[in-house]
C-alpha cells in the first residue's frame, strides 16, 4: 500500500538520507529503527510531504498514486497521518475542543460524530474531556495526541515514538488500540525504543544506520 523509491534528502546542506526505498503491504506494522540521529524521524518527514525529496527518481506512492510532496492538509484527506516526535497539542484548548480542533477540516457534523468515535476507542479521553492539557499527565496528553490522529480515520498512521514518556497504563491502552487497528487493516510506521510494547504486532523491522537502509 506504500512505496518509499530512491529518497534522498536532508536539511539544508546536510545529507540525512541516501537512496531509502522500501515497500509496506495493507495491515502491516513496520517497525523503523536506528540509533540516535541515523534518520528515523526524517523518513517520517519525508513521507509526510514535509521535507523535500532531493533526488529525481525519490517516489513515494501510496495505494498507488504518486504522494510525493502532495500538501499536509491533501495527506490527512488521502488517509495518511502523522504524529511527530515533539507532540503539539493546543495548551489553551481543553480536551474535546483539541479533538475538534482536529477534525476541523471537516463537517461540523462529521467533525463531531468522528471525535465520538474516538471516545468509543478511547474511552478515558472521553472522561477528560473538559481538562486543558496542563492538567493532564505526560501519558495522557500524549492520549490525547493518539486521539487527534484517530479522528481523521486514517489507512496509514506515522508514529514518531509513541510512548516516549507515557506511563505503563496509558502505553496499554494506546498498543491496545494499535493491535485493533491493525485488526481494521490499518497500516502503521512506528519508530520506537520501546519494542516490547507492541512486538507481537511487529510485521516488518527497517534499520537504518546513518540514513542507509541495513536490511
Ligand atoms: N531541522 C533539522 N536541521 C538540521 N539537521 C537536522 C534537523 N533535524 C534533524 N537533523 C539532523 O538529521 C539527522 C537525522 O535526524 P533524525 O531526527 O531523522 O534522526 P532520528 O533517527 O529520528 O534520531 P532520534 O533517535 O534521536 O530521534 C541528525 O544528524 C540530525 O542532527
Ligand atoms: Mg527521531
Known sequence: MLKVAHITTGYGKKQVLTDVSFEIGKGEI???????????STVLKTIY??????????????EGED??????AQMLRKGIAYMPQKKN???EFTVEENLLTSAN??????????????????????TLRKRT???????EKQLLAFGCLLVHKPKLVLLDEPFAGVDS???EIIANSIADLKKENV???????????????IDKVIELELGIIKN
Open 30 to 40: 513496520v517497525l523503523l529503527t536506528g540509533g540516535n540521529g541515523s534518520g528515523k
Open 89 to 91: 497539542v493546543f495548551e
Open 133 to 139: 492539557p496542563f492538567h493532564l499527565s505526560g501519558g
Open 49 to 62: 510531504g514535509l521535507l523535500k525529496i532531493w533526488s529525481a527518481e525519490g517516489k513515494i506512492i501510496f
Open 187 to 201: 497500516t502503521f510506521i512506528i519508530v520506537e525504543h520501546k519494542k516490547y510494547l507492541f512486538e507481537n504486532q
Open 105 to 126: 477540516i471537516y463537517t461540523t457534523a462529521d467533525a463531531k460524530e468522528r471525535v465520538k468515535k474516538v471516545y468509543e476507542t478511547l474511552p478515558m479521553l472521553e
Open 169 to 171: 497504563q496509558n502505553s
Open 67 to 72: 504522494i510525493t510532496a502532495l500538501p499536509t
